[in-house]
């Protein structure tokens, strides 16, 4: 039997790696590690500098960019093929008019709220996300939780849809003891978070609880950049307002840095509203970073044991949490070994390996 060829829509290479870019390119360097053979389709421009591609097999086709080239380019490019071929999209919808592919649907928040996101975002996936996953041979998904939620919402049957994993990227998994680095040069005991700055992220509750802490030596670090998709409002005038000493905003960090802030804090602090899956709480147990999060479904299923569970639209309790768990060194020792025991669920080889047999079963 013939071989698939298969290709991967690209445009993530051209963005900054967020959650889902993230997704993508660990996904396409574990493939190239398990030797699958693909070619990654990319808009013509420079890619992101953030990604090492060397090891990929990328061509640059067709005019113009984002989703543009998407929905209206890159199918050109499939009504050229021939024989058997598949596109993977693993960063959302993918195009509507190729048939052959497999789509990723991270999450649904557009669908359940709609406020969070730009009118044009929202409206844009709304429309274009059934159409694709219908028209699509897969759709993966991340989390258990969200495969259901595309089953309720989309219409879609249970067997069309396969979970397929995030993971701890390689770069910020903690080393052996003997690896030494420069780190950050931080005196501050601090409270890390760690997310794109938008309303699901729950910032302005967080803010609140932090004031009612009342160790005035704790600071909140807080990394992450925002993203024109979301609403700002209000969270833009916590930011603004915001006079507080021991908050910090400190924007997106490089992949060293980041290492860096999670080795030294005190405590990690997740208080999302909704998730599809919520790579940094494992990147945190990854680096030995005991967690607190929130109280929702998926961040049970990804989380287990490894994490200290917190009503999110409560923030006194959080505050509570944060005070108890950055003052009990016990309990900070059994969630790191909690941490490591959760991890094991997580593997990009894994999920590679996952993704290649769901291509070869279609």
């Known amino acids: 039997m013939k071989e698939k060829r298969i290709y991967i829509n690209g445009r993530f290479l051209q963005q900054v790696p967020t ?86 649907i991270h999450d649904l928040a557009f669908m359940f709220h709609p406020q ?15 159409l694709s996953a219908k028209t699509a041979l897969k759709v993966l998904t991340v989390s258990n939780f969200s495969k259901s939620e595309i089953i309720r919402m989309l219409h879609i049957g249970d067997r069309k849809i396969e979970v397929v994993y995030n993971a701890v990227p390689p770069c910020l998994m903690e080393e052996e003891p003997e690896y030494s680095s420069t780190e950050n040069n931080i005196s501050d005991k601090y409270v890390l978070v760690v997310s794109s700055i938008d309303p699901r992220k729950n910032f302005e509750r967080l803010l609140k609880a932090f004031r009612y802490l009342e160790d005035t030596d704790l600071h909140l670090y807080i990394v992450g950049g925002w993203n024109a998709i979301y609403t700002s409002g209000s969270i833009q005038n916590e930011m603004d307002v915001c006079e507080n000493p021991r908050i910090h905003w400190l924007g997106r960090v490089s992949d060293e840095e980041l ?10 602090v997740y208080p999302s509203l909704y998730e599809g899956f919520g790579i940094p709480p494992i990147e945190a147990m990854a680096m030995n ?8 479904p998926v961040l049970h299923e990804v989380c287990g044991s490894a994490a200290i569970y917190v009503n999110p639209y409560n923030e006194r309790k959080m505050a509570v949490e944060i005070k108890r768990l950055c003052g009990d060194e016990n309990l900070k020792e059994e969630m790191k070994l909690q941490g490591k025991k959760q991890l094991e669920n997580y593997s990009w080889i894994k999920s590679a390996g996952k993704l290649y047999s ?5």
């Open 289 to 296: 970073c005991p967690a607190i999060v929130s109280d929702i």
């Open 358 to 362: 769901i291509i070869n079963s279609i």
């Open 259 to 268: 290492k860096s802030y999670y080795r030294q804090a005190a405590c990690f």
């Open 19 to 104: 959650g889902v870019n993230r997704y993508a390119y660990e996904l396409c360097k574990a493939l190239t590690i398990l030797k699958v053979n693909f070619v990654i389709i990319c808009p013509k421009g420079n890619l992101c500098d953030s990604y090492e591609v060397d090891d990929f097999n990328i061509i640059h086709w067709g005019i113009g960019h984002s989703h543009f080239w998407e929905q209206c380019v890159l199918p050109f490019f499939f009504l050229q093929q021939k024989g058997k071929s598949i596109l993977a999209n693993f960063t959302g919808i993918g195009p509507v008019l190729v048939k052959n592919k497999i789509v990723t």
């Open 116 to 130: 969070w996101y730009s009118k044009t975002y929202a409206s844009f996936y709304r429309i274009l996300t059934p």
